[in-house]
């Protein structure tokens, strides 16, 4: 079975950089049908899709076009984790934070099927 | 990015009650088109799949249909545990864009 197991701060002060990690167990950060993800929601924007890193024989990055120049998404292929840094924030970045498995497996259709237990975090000063 | 646009927002019913939720695409999708099902406080939890096809371990009364720009969700006889808020999320193109949601209450 897999877990993901979310950790880091709740409060972020403005113009700083919110960090969290997900630790993944049950699975490799490098399985090659896989793409591990972040999402936040809030009231005002729902689910948002972040950013996503994959292994496919080498690591890929993807980003919302809404956050590409303040996100950073990596991989440490050392601890089974990934993590994501939103440098910049303001209140608008305030929502719980997913991270989530996106299930590729080839032939067929692709999904959401496991899930860390989300972070709710607060950008105030 | 793909907009995927829920109806309704909201909707208020009984147990036994037939429950329909509508999905809309703003292009074409194919059948990529996934359904969660998320409770306060929780992440939300795949409920289908491909348009169509039951994750393991959903009920019977969940299903789903459509094609191309337009979806359903159908919960055929509304159980006490169903009540919960419902997203469409599709999975054709990246970014994987969500709706934004329907909340399904106790009437």
């Known amino acids: 079975q897999v877990q993901l197991q979310q950790s880091g701060p709740g409060l972020v002060k403005p113009s700083q950089t919110l960090s969290l990690t997900c630790a993944i167990s049950?699975?490799?950060?490098?399985?090659?049908?896989?793409?591990w993800t972040w999402i936040r929601q809030s009231p005002s924007r729902g689910l948002e899709w972040l950013g996503r890193?994959?292994?496919?024989?080498?690591?890929?990055?993807d980003y919302a076009e809404s956050v590409k120049s303040r996100i950073s998404i990596n991989p440490d292929t050392s601890k089974n984790e990934f993590s994501l840094h939103l440098s910049s924030v303001t209140p608008e970045d305030t929502a719980v934070y997913f991270c989530?498995?996106?299930?590729?497996?080839?032939?067929?259709?692709?999904?959401?099927?496991?899930w860390g237990q989300g972070t709710l975090v607060t950008v105030s000063s | 990015d793909i907009q995927m646009t829920q109806s309704p927002s909201s909707l208020s019913a009984s147990v036994g009650d037939r429950v329909t939720i509508t999905c809309r695409a703003s292009?074409?999708?194919?059948?990529?088109l996934n359904w969660y099902q998320q409770k306060p406080g929780k992440a939300p939890d795949l409920l289908m799949y491909g348009t169509s096809s039951l994750h393991s371990g959903v009920p019977s009364r969940f299903s789903g249909s459509g094609s191309g720009t337009e979806f359903t969700l159908t919960i055929s006889s509304l159980h006490p545990e169903d009540f919960a808020t419902y997203f469409c999320?599709?999975?054709?193109?990246?970014?994987?864009?969500f709706g934004q949601g329907t909340k399904v209450e106790s009437k």
């Open positions: 049950g699975d490799m950060i490098t399985n090659n049908n896989a793409d």
């Open positions: 989530a498995r996106f299930l590729v497996p080839g032939s067929t259709y692709n999904y959401y099927d496991f």
């Open positions: 292009k074409s999708i194919s059948d990529y």
């Open positions: 890193t994959y292994y496919r024989s080498k690591w890929y990055n």
């Open positions: 999320q599709q999975s054709y193109g990246a970014p994987y864009t």
